[in-house]
Nanobody, 124 residues
Framework: QMQLVESGGGLVQAGGSLRLSCAAS????????MGWFRQAAGKEREFVAA????????YYSDSVKGRFTISRDNAKNTVYLQIHTAEPEDTAVYYC?????????????????WGRGTQVTVSS
């Protein structure tokens, strides 16, 4: 079993930045592709970004490409999501996810472990 705990969420103004962290425990995340999903109020959960186990490949949804950066530190068993330029549409609960399959094309169906989420609110 793997436990994922997100942190770093909060309130940020539009145009501001925020860094989310996801700490894995119980099982090393080193061999897992890691990703972030988000769910806004009244909407379905959607893919945000993913990173391969070696960090050699990253993938982003069109809505965050160029504004978000996903990274990982396998020595610390931690994955990060840097929000460089927040927009009100980014307001959502952000979930960390781990998948034993590839990061490319990551979807909810292929997730092995989920975190409980952290709230990000972007004010206009």
């Amino acid at each position: 079993q793997m436990q994922l705990v997100e942190s770093g969420g909060g309130l940020v103004q539009a145009g501001g930045s925020l860094r989310l962290s996801c700490a894995a425990s119980g099982r090393t995340a080193r061999s897992y592709a890691m990703g972030w999903f988000r769910q806004a109020a009244g909407k379905e959960r959607e893919f945000v970004a993913a990173i391969s186990w070696s960090a050699s490949s990253t993938y982003y949804s069109d809505s965050v490409k160029g504004r978000f950066t996903i990274s990982r530190d396998n020595a610390k068993n931690t994955v990060y999501l840097q929000i460089h330029t927040a927009e009100p549409e980014d307001t959502a609960v952000y979930y960390c996810a781990a998948a034993v399959t590839t990061a490319r094309g990551m979807s909810e169906m292929g997730i092995d472990y989920w975190g409980r989420g952290t709230q990000v609110t972007v004010s206009s």
